[in-house]
């Protein structure tokens, strides 16, 4: 489900595990940014849903993959 956080900032689906964010795939790199913001307010691991709506649109699931891989390499 949505949840509000404190300062109305809206984290698109909130589990017992996961704070998600939903985006489509051209703005894949804000949902990065806010599906660790919200990570951070809610104390549960960050998720993307990734929206895809055609074929040319793979390409930005292989950059977010691609960042994934490289922001591992820190942890």
């Not at 990734?50 to 820190?74: F, G, M, S, V, W």
């Amino acid at each position: 489900m949505n949840h509000v956080f404190q300062g109305k900032t809206r984290c698109g689906c909130l589990t017992t595990t996961h704070a998600i964010e939903f985006d489509f795939a051209d703005k894949w790199y804000e949902a990065v940014g806010q599906s660790l913001y919200y990570s951070y307010m809610s104390g549960e691991k960050p998720g993307i849903v990734l929206i895809l709506e055609n074929p040319t649109d793979a390409k930005y699931l292989t950059r977010l993959k691609n960042t994934e891989t490289h922001l591992l390499q820190y942890l």
